[in-house]
């Protein structure tokens, strides 16, 4: 392992380490020299990370179908499987997991391929655990953000996250019922359009329910009385047509 993973001044691994924020995700670390696979092992795990590791690519594989894992630190080269054609499988298995290469190639060609196999970053060795430690916690950070952008809908200072079912306006959280959240998720995934009140039935509504049109109503009253606390109105009537949620930046300007 000489040469494989940068010297560091003694003391400096445990002050690299100590002085960074918690972690609890899970990580893989896929590396079949074991000295290299344990203190990379050892260091994440000091930083909060869960670690399972595995020192070929089957085995690699098996235990990413075992269990999920935020990120893969995956070796290059292994004895069986290479890492590229572990990222491969996993790919097609439609396992997203993020994928970090350990690699002692620098040859561009290479690395070209290990993205175009789905990998996420990758650290060349000789690497130093900070490194390795500023990939991993990046390529989360990506990845969190990605998630967390998916999962919302905002219009205005209203967001709401499909995957929590929560909804707020501003930095206040809005209690909703479970009719109010799907009458509010239908309003803004159409947002500066209107909707009239039998969409609004057929899509909030289970298709089972008896559409009495006043039903609507009461619940778009509902929704206001929460929602509109402030000068903005956000949900418009729109006469003879039906209701539309209005994102601000859409409004005309006033002077
Ligand atoms: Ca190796």
């Not at 239908?186 to 049109?213: A, C, K, T």
């Amino acid at each position: 392992m000489n040469g494989t993973i940068r010297s560091e001044p003694e003391g400096k691994m445990a002050a690299t380490l100590s002085g960074r924020a918690s972690h609890d995700e899970a990580i893989l670390v896929v590396e079949d020299e074991e000295p290299i696979r344990e203190l990379v092992a050892t260091a994440l795990r000091f930083t909060g990370f869960r670690v399972e590791t595995a020192g070929s690519g089957r085995e690699a594989l098996a235990e990413a179908r075992n269990a999920p894992f935020d990120l893969i630190v995956l070796d290059v080269n292994l004895p069986d499987l290479d890492g590229f054609a572990v990222c491969r499988k996993l790919r097609a298995d439609g396992d997203s997991v993020p994928v970090v290469f350990l690699t002692a190639r620098d040859d561009p060609a290479d690395l070209r391929q290990g993205f175009t196999g789905g990998g996420d970053d990758y650290v060349t060795k000789p690497f130093s655990l900070e490194e390795l430690l500023l990939r991993i916690e990046a390529v989360l950070r990506r990845t969190r953000n990605q998630q967390a952008e998916q999962s919302r809908l905002v219009c205005g200072d209203v967001t709401l996250d499909e995957d929590a079912c929560r909804v707020w306006r501003g930095d206040g959280e809005i209690a909703l019922s479970p009719t109010e959240f799907r009458l509010l998720r239908y309003l803004m995934l159409n947002r500066d359009r209107v909707v009239s009140r039998s969409q609004i039935l057929d899509h909030v509504w289970d298709y089972e329910f008896v559409g009495d049109p006043s039903a609507v109503e009461t619940y778009i009253s509902y929704l206001r009385r929460k929602l509109d606390d402030r000068d903005a109105q956000l949900i418009r009537t729109v006469r003879g047509f039906g209701y539309s949620l209005r994102t601000p930046e859409a409004e005309p300007t006033r002077s």
